[in-house]
């Protein structure tokens, strides 16, 4: 930390990683409530968009310390960039397709924090655009069932929290480094909070801070098929990170046993299904996952 942050705390450090999404960005900057109040400071590091995002933060939100990256770093590397200048207590990452419900709730993430010291890192309630309530907590991390000893010890009832809207101990996300580069767009955030956890903390959920989150705004342009591959990959890196060979092992063997499944089962129903292009794209979701994991000899 340097001088500056030691003569200047500040109660709240805003990251948000912007890609392709002009369309949504102003709206969660401008949720965040009147410009930019002495207890906080907003990051936007915008991963080489194409579509004017940068700009639009530049020329209308002045207050914004943003970065323009000239090639797209990944989400995970994107958010470690600005971390050494965080004056902040707390880190609150944020995506550009969230809105805060009242900008409030910066308030109360930063008390809840204050009240559970306990807590290294705390997930908001996330809602859909129609009010709905919408699933961002897991107690889980993904194949965990298939473990033996991989997550004895760790702290708390909560394993992860979606990464879209999420508060930290801006000193304790130094320690571990912040997030796994190795993670370019999905699975840094369950990284991360199993990293928290292991490094003696808990996970939190604060209920009473509600954000809008529209979901999935930066693979707009993605083939859906593209998307399961990259979401697969970024599972089995979680895998290997942190699970034993014996228990990769019996993952992919259960994996590749479900998509496959899935796939003769779904080209077999085809032909009496109402909705054929609802099967066809759950077809399409669990061949791009099984031709994933097939060539993968080591895991």
């Known amino acids: 930390m340097g001088i500056w942050q030691k003569m ?31 207890s906080r400071e907003v990051f936007v590091v915008d991963n080489a968009s194409t579509d004017g995002g940068g700009e639009i933060v530049r020329m209308r939100y002045p207050w914004v310390h943003l970065t323009v990256n000239a090639d797209n ?21 944020l995506n550009p397709d969230t809105r805060l419900t009242d900008p409030g709730v910066l308030g109360v993430c930063v008390r809840f924090m204050d009240a559970h010291p306990q807590v290294g890192l705390a997930g908001a309630r996330m809602v859909n655009p129609d009010g ?65 956890r292991r490094a003696g903390y808990e996970i939190g959920y604060i209920e009473k801070a509600a954000i809008v989150h529209y979901g999935g705004q930066s693979e707009r342009q993605s083939i859906p098929a593209e998307v399961w591959k990259k979401k697969t990959r970024a599972e089995y890196l979680f895998y290997r990170k942190h699970y034993g060979p014996q228990t990769r092992k019996r993952i992919r063997r259960a994996d590749l046993a479900k998509a496959l499944f899935r796939i003769v089962t779904l080209t077999l129903a085809m032909p009496f299904v109402g909705d054929r292009g609802r099967a066809a794209a759950k077809r399409a979701k669990y061949r791009a996952i099984y031709d994933t994991l097939r060539p993968l000899k080591e895991v």
Do not use: H, W
Not at 21 to 35: H, K, N, R, V
Not at 157 to 184: K, P, S
């Open 8 to 38: 200047n705390p500040l109660d709240l450090s805003i990251i948000i990683v912007n890609y392709n999404t002009a369309d949504l960005i102003g709206e969660c900057l401008e949720s965040l409530g009147p410009d930019a109040p002495p």
């Open 73 to 93: 770093k990944g989400f995970a590397a994107a958010n470690n960039q600005v971390l050494p200048l965080c004056r902040g207590r707390y880190l609150l990452y």
């Open 132 to 196: 709905s309530l919408q699933e961002s907590v897991s107690r889980r991390y993904p194949g965990q069932k298939f473990t033996r000893s991989e997550m004895a010890g760790l702290k708390g009832e909560i394993a992860c929290v979606l990464g879209a809207g999420m508060i930290a101990r801006t000193d304790l996300i130094r320690r571990i480094g912040g997030f796994d580069e190795d993670f370019r767009l999905y699975g840094e955030d369950q990284d991360l909070c199993l990293q928290v």
